[in-house]
């Protein structure tokens, strides 16, 4: 893996859909120095902790009595997406209020993808790089040490 450069101010998202840090560089390209700016934490428990009902049944045809069952929502992975969409309102904000020029964004592959559909054009623009991994539990030294190589 070749060594990534994060400029001076850059901010590095680190995400997985349930939490998500954003760290800003405040040291330089050959030597980040990352620090906490926001963190988001999501509660959301598992899907059988949230629904209590079983999935609804329903009659095939009207001739029988044959019934088949409706697939259960899974509201665990539907708060993910909706987590998600927060996390890039937030990135949107971010990028506006505080004229960020550069972004790393570090997350596991559908997390990642669920960034992506809600990032703004103007957000796209200033991404120098995707990192695909899961560094949500992650020090923030083996952040830095994962961004250099």
């Known amino acids: 893996m070749q060594k990534l450069k994060v400029p001076h101010d850059a901010f590095v ?6 939490k998500a ?6 040291g330089d390209q050959r030597f980040p120095n990352l620090r906490t700016e926001q963190v988001f934490v999501d509660d959301n428990p598992p ?5 209590a009902d079983r999935p609804g049944r ?15 929502t899974d509201l665990h992975d539907r708060a993910e997406r909706l987590f ?3 996390i890039a309102d937030e990135i949107d904000k971010l990028v506006h ?5 550069a972004l790393v964004v570090a997350a596991p592959a559908r997390a990642l993808a669920e ?16 990192i695909d991994k899961d560094l949500t ?8 040490r994962h961004l250099v190589g």
């Open 115 to 130: 960034l992506r559909r809600h990032f703004h054009a103007d957000v796209q623009e200033r991404i120098v790089a995707e």
């Open 47 to 51: 899907t059988h902790e949230q629904g």
């Open 21 to 26: 840090l954003f760290l800003r560089n405040v």
């Open 13 to 18: 998202i680190v995400s997985d859909g349930r």
């Open 58 to 72: 329903t009659f095939k045809r009207a001739k029988t009595n044959r019934r088949a069952a409706m697939e259960e």
């Open 97 to 101: 209020e505080r004229q960020i020029a």
């Open 137 to 144: 539990n992650h020090t923030i030294f083996e952040i830095e």
């Open 84 to 86: 998600s969409q927060r």
